[in-house]
């Protein structure tokens, strides 16, 4: 039998082009197709309109920010209060997303409750985070408790999805072998599973805190509290100069959190990918 390996390379053959319609190519090739089909929307009114013209104009007006002592105070407070509830609702969320995601997770659930908790993440995930808002602060009132409560369940649907494939990504091969010996499911969950499903946890948990950050400031925009409501004063009296001092605050905010983010994701995953001392 000759080996495939000693034949010159003109002489395999070539697949045909129903051969090549893998996953990715079909999935591109749909994408495309999307594309085409989706190009009317940026076709814009039809009135010929000087674009370059009204941005110059109106982000001229953004410049120079405001940094009086009055709006730094002012936009520091209501930073403090946007991280709180970021922090706050990244927390709950965090909590209520565990068993959401074992319940969704194909390797730790049976069919029919994985079926049922993804139905009630795809639910969650989609309503925006602006309509929770308008929910809560119907329920609650216009307060910062209310952007907790709507980020709050805007991120248990994100979490519950990315923890769901970070159980699912993890190899129950261990878990299963310590439920043979008799570990209970929770001593299996804890030494067979976490550790490798634990810096995906963490990334995600820190990535939900940086978008909750931005988010409380758009969700106070319907008086969910946080810095959105100073944003949606300026806005609305036209003192863009002073919305560009909070713009500019919010996105040294996000910075700092993303390199510590960066700095907290290197720190766990080289932890627990470090060989165990043999004694």
Do not use: C
């Not at 988010?215 to 925009?221: L, N, P």
């Amino acid at each position: 039998m000759t080996d495939p390996a000693a034949r010159p390379t003109g002489e395999y053959p070539e697949l045909k082009w129903h051969e090549r319609l893998n996953v990715l190519n079909v999935s591109l090739l749909i994408f495309l197709v999307a594309v085409v089909l989706s190009s009317p929307v940026v076709k814009g009114s039809g009135r010929d309109l000087d674009y370059l013209g009204n941005f110059i104009r109106f982000a001229g007006n953004f410049f120079p920010p405001d940094f009086s002592a009055q709006v730094v105070g002012v936009t520091l407070l209501a930073l403090l209060e946007t991280i709180q509830m970021a922090v706050m609702a990244t927390f709950f969320a965090v909590i209520l997303s565990f068993p959401l995601a074992a319940a969704g997770a194909q390797t730790v659930s049976p069919k029919w409750l994985v079926i049922v908790a993804r139905m009630i993440m795809n639910m969650i995930r989609t309503v925006p985070s602006l309509i929770w808002a308008l929910i809560a602060v119907a329920v609650v009132g216009a307060n910062s408790l209310a952007g907790v409560v709507a980020l709050t369940f805007y991120s248990m649907g994100y979490l519950g999805k990315f923890f769901s494939d970070a159980f699912e990504s993890v190899d129950v091969e261990v878990a299963k072998s310590l439920r043979a010996i008799g570990a209970d499911p929770l001593q299996a969950f804890q030494h067979g599973m976490w550790p490798h499903a634990k810096p995906l946890v963490w990334s995600y948990s820190l990535w939900m805190l940086e978008y909750n950050i931005r988010s409380a400031a758009i969700v106070g925009i319907v008086g969910a509290g946080g810095i959105g409501v100073q944003l949606f004063f300026y806005q609305d009296y036209g003192m863009w100069d002073r919305f560009a001092t909070v713009l500019i605050f919010i996105l040294v905010l996000v910075t700092v959190l993303d390199f510590l983010g960066e700095w907290i994701r290197k720190k766990v995953t080289n932890r627990t990918n470090r060989p165990a001392l043999m004694g």
